[in-house]
């Protein structure tokens, strides 16, 4: 018996999502919808700073590198966590969660040398603003934040179908903690919270899959195996 983990029903209407651990998602939708606006620092990172201490590589975005040399605050020419967490907020202008950063800089810091060069962060820009046109497409009530119904929409479109109890402790694990400001979204997972989640459930799905080597749904591991699978997810 083979088995199709998570796959979408039959019947299913939503679009298939092809979103590699480590590569930006497939948009749900060709609107776009501003794709800096209220999530990378506020729109314009670069507006007072001082000049880079090094210049541009070759054939370098202007505005890419402008925005880079913002983010670099002590001009050493790479970002740290500390300086990448400081750049990014969400949609309510609360800074992304220290754990969504070090899941982003192990993913494009190709070299591991700790730190994010300019084309390293190219390709990290690019997958948030691929990320935020995911997030702005099931936020189907604009209210900033992804509840439990939206997430799970997100999800089938992925191509996971969660069983309603994993879902609910997916939404629990990830949910925005203590009241938001009256002015920012309501309690929900916040932007960088969703990519995470999204991530963890795609990184644990292949683990399995390569435990379960016949595809029956059913694996045996011992106690290192399991425990090698749960603190390798992101």
Same mark, same amino acid.
């Given at each position: 018996m083979s088995v199709n983990y998570g796959a979408p029903s039959r019947h299913s209407s939503h679009a298939s999502y092809s979103s590699r651990y480590g590569a930006t998602p497939r948009p749900a939708s060709s609107a776009q919808y501003g794709a800096q606006q209220g999530y990378y620092g506020g729109g314009a990172p670069g507006y007072g700073s001082a000049p880079p201490a090094h210049g541009p590589p070759p054939g370098a975005d202007p505005q890419l590198w402008q925005w880079f040399s913002a983010v670099d605050t002590d001009r050493s020419g790479a970002i740290s966590v500390t300086e990448l967490q400081a750049a990014l907020v969400n949609g309510n202008w609360t800074r992304f969660d220290l754990d969504t950063v070090k899941m982003l800089m192990s993913i494009f810091d190709t070299d591991r040398s700790g730190t994010i060069g300019f084309n390293e962060f190219a390709g990290l820009w690019k997958y948030i603003q691929d990320w935020q046109n995911v997030f702005r497409h099931f936020d189907r009530d604009r209210s900033g934040s992804i509840d439990g119904a939206e997430? =799970? +929409? &997100? %999800?089938?479109? #992925?191509?996971?179908?969660?069983?309603? @109890?994993? %879902? =609910? %402790?997916? +939404?629990? *694990?990830? !949910? &925005? =903690?203590? $009241?938001?400001?009256?002015?920012? $979204? $309501? $309690?929900? @997972?916040? #932007?960088?919270? #969703? !990519?995470? &989640?999204?991530?963890? !459930? *795609?990184?644990l799905t292949e683990a399995f899959q390569r435990v379960d080597t016949d595809r029956d749904g059913w694996v045996q591991m011992n106690y290192e195996q399991f425990m090698k699978i749960v603190l390798s997810a992101p």
């Open positions: 997430l =799970s +929409e &997100a %999800l089938r479109s #992925f191509g996971y179908n969660l069983s309603p @109890i994993l %879902l =609910s %402790l997916l +939404e629990q *694990k990830y !949910v &925005a =903690s203590g $009241p938001s400001d009256r002015y920012g $979204p $309501p $309690p929900g @997972i916040t #932007f960088d919270r #969703f !990519v995470r &989640a999204c991530v963890v !459930v *795609k990184t």
